[in-house]
């Protein structure tokens, strides 16, 4: 759907957990923009021990979109 709008996009599922994963996927892909889901603004334990909150996901050095 996003390619059909004239979008460049993709998915990938990382072998790191939590924002290590997402910040190899950027360098991999050489992502200019993440987009989360608005979940990500109460993660659940689990979550946070992964170092999937909101303020670790913003440093991995590109802009961090939340969808809502």
Do not use: H, N, Y
Not at 25 to 41: I, N, Y
Not at 42 to 47: N, R
Not at 49 to 65: A, F, K, N, W
């Amino acid at each position: 759907a996003a390619k059909a709008l004239g979008v460049d996009a993709g998915g990938w599922c990382p072998v790191r957990a939590g924002s290590d994963g997402i910040a190899e996927a950027v360098k991999r892909f050489d992502g200019s923009v993440v987009v989360l889901p608005g979940t990500v603004r109460q993660p659940s334990i689990a979550e946070r021990l992964r170092g999937m909150t909101l303020g670790t996901l913003e440093q991995i050095g590109v802009p961090v979109v939340v969808a809502e």
